[in-house]
Nanobody, 116 residues
Framework: QVQLVESGGGLVETGASLRLSCAASGFSFSNYAINWYRQGAGKERESVAGISSLGNNTMYADAVKGRFTISRDNARNMVYLQMDNLKPEDTAMYFC?????????WGQGTQVTVSS
């Protein structure tokens, strides 16, 4: 079965950096685009970044452009989200996502908290 396991979250100060990781299994990883989403307290889940199956195309939400970088390692079935210059508004639970066999699949999430 599809498994997505996020890690790397934590409590940091404004301006700090974090790198989130997503370990994937249960599907042909290198054939699928992967996305990062986030959900703050009392807010709707929103797309943060996405990367194509081969890693040659990426997309970012306007709120994170220039600060976040998504990447992947198809040999290791891993996706990363490098987050620099973090702001309090980046505080949220961050989720890894794949749309596989006509179904959405989510990880359990990793919490990122940015103090002001």
């Amino acid at each position: 079965q599809v498994q997505l396991v996020e890690s790397g979250g934590g409590l940091v100060e404004t301006g700090a950096s974090l790198r989130l990781s997503c370990a994937a299994s249960g599907f042909s990883f290198s054939n699928y685009a992967i996305n990062w989403y986030r959900q703050g307290a009392g807010k709707e889940r929103e797309s943060v970044a996405g990367i194509s199956s081969l890693g040659n195309n990426t997309m970012y939400a306007d709120a994170v452009k220039g600060r976040f970088t998504i990447s992947r390692d198809n040999a290791r079935n891993m996706v990363y989200l490098q987050m620099d210059n973090l702001k309090p508004e980046d505080t949220a639970m961050y989720f890894c996502y794949v749309y596989y066999r006509a179904s959405p699949h989510w990880g359990q999430g990793t919490q990122v908290t940015v103090s002001s």
